[in-house]
């Protein structure tokens, strides 16, 4: 039996050519995990960056107010594969998760709740407006921006309403389907009963008792700290459909309605809303400025 020995000579150009292909094709193929990781887990590592952040500057703005701060913040987050921007409105897991953080609260701890958001389920907005207003010691609603419709609602139930001031609050008219109730009855009286659709009759029928239901809610949380016939009125112009939806109830309006209103917000609700940033939809930001130290800083 015989062994045949085949040797193969490789210059020292060729060995160096076939490492280098292989030492390339690893970090390449490195660098292409790398950007699939930083895709799918990227976003979510920013999102728990934020959250500590966020419950640090709670803790700091609660020990210096003496309250336990809640945030009802409705912002579009980047959270998830490739950014998709997530719309929020008050909704019931919202209401469930406030009321959680009331509940664990202390009777004789002042509750501040910072509230800016567009809206919600009126359901939700109800519930945690009961809570608050159901709270033994002192209940402050802070609004940095705005609090539209269902955040007005629950702003309403505090002792206490700190706006900035130049932020809005807005109209609580009931919405039915995409219509005010207060236009659905103007437009069956106007075209008259026997002229409309038994839809449209069905809708102002539903229209008049959401409005007599948010009315009598909106009497209920302000008959303590207003009189009879203050509380009706404001549960009246409210609801009454004086003003589109989306009517900006600045901190003079407010006040000459009678809330009780003042533009005190702490310097690190500010900071705090830094930390909820919208979605990064454009190459270059809309609006840029150069910070200067506030008077409190001075």
């Keep these: 039996m015989s062994f045949e020995i085949i040797v193969t000579y490789i210059s020292p150009a060729t060995l160096n050519s076939i490492i280098m292909q292989d030492y390339t094709g690893f970090f390449g193929s490195f660098i292409w995990w790398l950007?699939?990781?930083?895709?799918?887990?990227?976003?979510?590592?920013?999102?728990?960056?934020?959250?500590?952040?966020?419950?640090?500057?709670?803790?700091?703005?609660?020990?210096?107010?003496?309250?336990?701060?809640?945030?009802?913040?409705?912002?579009?987050?980047?959270?998830?594969?490739?950014?998709?921007?997530?719309?929020?409105?008050?909704?019931?897991?919202?209401?469930?998760?406030?009321?959680?953080?009331?509940?664990?609260?202390?009777?004789?701890?002042?509750?501040?709740?910072?509230?800016?958001?567009?809206g919600g389920l009126v359901l939700a907005a109800s519930q945690i407006a009961r809570a608050i207003k159901e709270h033994k010691a002192k209940t402050t609603v802070i609004v940095p921006h705005y609090a539209m419709s269902g955040g007005t609602l629950i702003a309403l139930a505090a002792d206490e309403i700190l706006m900035d001031p130049n932020a809005v609050l807005g109209p609580i008219d009931p919405q039915?389907?995409?219509?005010?109730?207060?236009?659905?009855?103007?437009?069956?009286?106007?075209?008259?009963?026997?002229?409309?659709?038994?839809?449209?009759l069905i809708m102002a029928d539903i229209a008049e008792k959401a409005i007599r239901q948010i009315q009598d809610f909106v009497f209920e949380l302000l008959k303590e700290r207003y009189s009879e016939d203050k509380a009706r009125e404001l549960a009246r112009v409210l609801t009454e459909g004086r003003w589109t939806h989306d009517?900006?109830?600045?901190?003079?309006?407010?006040?000459?309605?009678?809330?009780?209103?003042?533009?005190?917000?702490?310097?690190?609700?500010?900071?705090?809303?830094?930390?909820y940033p919208q979605p990064i939809t454009k190459r270059h930001p809309s609006v840029e400025f150069i910070p200067t130290p506030s008077k409190q800083q001075k």
């Design 35 to 118: 950007f699939i990781f930083y895709l799918v887990l990227g976003p979510q590592l920013q999102h728990r960056s934020l959250q500590a952040a966020r419950q640090k500057l709670l803790r700091k703005l609660g020990e210096k107010r003496g309250s336990n701060v809640i945030t009802l913040i409705h912002r579009q987050e980047s959270i998830g594969l490739f950014g998709i921007p997530f719309y929020r409105f008050i909704d019931i897991d919202d209401s469930e998760q406030v009321l959680r953080a009331i509940r664990s609260t202390p009777g004789d701890k002042p509750i501040d709740l910072i509230i800016n958001t567009p």
């Design 176 to 200: 039915i389907k995409e219509f005010p109730a207060p236009s659905v009855l103007k437009a069956v009286e106007k075209k008259g009963v026997d002229k409309v659709k038994d839809e449209t």
């Design 247 to 275: 009517f900006p109830i600045t901190v003079d309006v407010a006040r000459e309605l009678g809330l009780n209103v003042s533009t005190s917000v702490p310097e690190e609700v500010y900071s705090l809303m830094e930390l």
